[in-house]
C-alpha cells in the first residue's frame, strides 16, 4: 500500500513559479513510476508529467513541456513538480499518482493516487 499527499500549492502571479511535492509512505516508493495530474474546473483530469521509478526518464503533456520539471528523490520518497512561467489555464488541482509499471495518461488506471493540491494563478 502507498499513500500520496501532495503539497506546495498555492496562489501566485502569472509568470511567477512554484514547486509542488508529493510524499509517499512505505518502501517499495523506489520501485513506482510516478506521475502528476491535473484538473480544472469544468474540464476533465488530465496528464501533465511523468517519470520513471529510476527519474531515468521523463515524460510531459504538450502543453507544460518546456516549463515544467518533474523529479524525484527516492531517499525521501517524494516526487517534485518545478512549474515555471505559469499561465492562468495551469490554474487546477494538481494531483500525484504511482504505477508499479508505467504510469498510465488515464488517472484512475494508476495504482495510487492523492488528494491533490490546488494551483491557483492569477491573471
Known amino acids: 500500500q502507498v499513500q500520496l499527499v501532495e503539497s506546495g500549492g498555492g496562489l501566485v502571479q502569472a509568470g511567477g513559479s512554484l514547486r509542488l511535492s508529493c510524499a509517499a509512505s512505505?518502501?517499495?516508493?523506489?520501485?513506482?513510476?510516478m506521475g502528476w495530474f491535473r484538473q480544472a474546473p469544468g474540464k476533465e483530469r488530465e496528464f501533465v508529467a511523468a517519470i520513471t521509478w529510476s527519474g531515468g526518464s521523463t515524460y510531459y503533456a504538450d502543453a507544460v513541456k518546456g516549463r515544467f520539471t518533474i523529479s524525484r528523490d527516492n531517499a525521501k520518497n517524494t516526487v517534485y513538480l518545478q512549474m515555471n512561467s505559469l499561465k492562468f489555464e495551469d490554474t487546477a488541482v494538481y494531483y500525484c499518482?504511482?504505477?508499479?509499471?508505467?504510469?498510465?495518461?488515464?488517472?484512475?488506471?494508476?495504482?495510487?493516487w492523492g488528494q491533490g493540491t490546488q494551483v491557483t494563478v492569477s491573471s
Open positions: 499518482a504511482a504505477n508499479r509499471g508505467a504510469i498510465s495518461s488515464v488517472f484512475y488506471e494508476n495504482h495510487y
Open positions: 512505505g518502501r517499495t516508493f523506489s520501485s513506482y513510476a
